[in-house]
């Protein structure tokens, strides 16, 4: 995938792969009525995939699905984002090329659009609901992040499994994160929190706490832990995290 597909674009692929599928395979394609071809539009479908994902009863899940409309009617950057984030999955993963199971089997993404609706609802005041979309990401999804967080678009939470992202933090475009991965604050700093750059990959189970930056594709490996700040295009890697690829031997 070179270029990015508009919505409506990115769309038309979705349906007509789930059209495919739904002729190939009967059993499986059954499914894909409610979940894509019943719906008007991308939008709608994210909607009922979140209310899918995360609630725990049907009256939850139709309640769920109903916030998610509603922040995308009033914000469509927020379908924008979803659409840039699904087809980013194509570049990074090279075992999908394609749209649907992404949509339908990666909770990493569904969590990360669960969190724009519920940042969404955060930033007009509604904390309390905001709030209660993050716990049901962590209880259903294994993906707890705050809804006061930023984050950026064409961000990629691969395989997604024990991911926490605190507070405040804000995390740019192009960001791959895999899982068992913390970004926080420091108990000391409560009011400070991490800042990722553009085009960072962050390895599996690493943590980065603190006031500290991660300069624009910058690399933390697996199992690090950050505490100072990482220079765009560095790489970092241990306990404590030192960089490989500079004079330096540890962060200072």
Not at 12 to 35: C, K, N, Q
Not at 184 to 191: A, F, Q, V
Not at 216 to 233: L, N, Q, S, T, Y
Request: glycine share 8%; hydrophobic share 45%.
């Amino acid at each position: 995938m070179n270029a990015m597909l508009s919505v409506d674009q990115l769309w038309h692929s979705i349906r007509r792969e789930a059209e495919i599928a739904l002729a190939r395979d009967p059993v499986f394609g059954a499914s894909l009525s409610s979940t894509i071809l019943d719906h008007p539009d991308f939008a709608g479908a994210l909607a009922h995939q979140i209310g899918a994902r995360l609630g725990r009863s049907q009256a939850d899940r139709a309640r769920i699905a109903q916030f998610a409309r509603d922040a995308f009617a009033a914000s469509p950057d927020l379908i924008d984002a979803a659409s840039r984030d699904l087809q980013i999955i194509a570049v990074h993963d090279l075992a999908k090329t394609t749209l649907l199971p992404p949509l339908l089997n990666f909770k990493g993404y569904v969590a990360l659009q669960a969190f724009r609706v519920s940042s969404w609802l955060w930033r007009r005041g509604r904390t309390d609901l905001a709030l209660l979309m993050q716990s049901l990401s962590s209880d259903q999804l294994q993906v707890s992040i705050h809804p006061s967080a930023s984050i950026g678009t064409s961000v990629f939470l691969d395989h997604a499994t024990g991911i926490i992202i605190g507070a405040f933090a804000v995390i740019g475009d192009d960001v791959t994160i895999l899982q068992n991965v913390t970004i926080g604050r420091k108990t000391s700093e409560p009011d400070r929190a991490p800042k990722i750059g553009r085009g960072v990959y962050i390895g599996g189970g690493s943590t980065i706490i603190g006031d500290v930056s991660i300069g624009d594709f910058a690399k933390i490996g697996a199992g690090a832990v950050v505490e100072h700040d990482v220079p765009a295009g560095y790489t970092a890697v241990g306990i404590p995290a030192h960089l490989t690829n500079c004079p330096e031997t540890v962060l200072t």
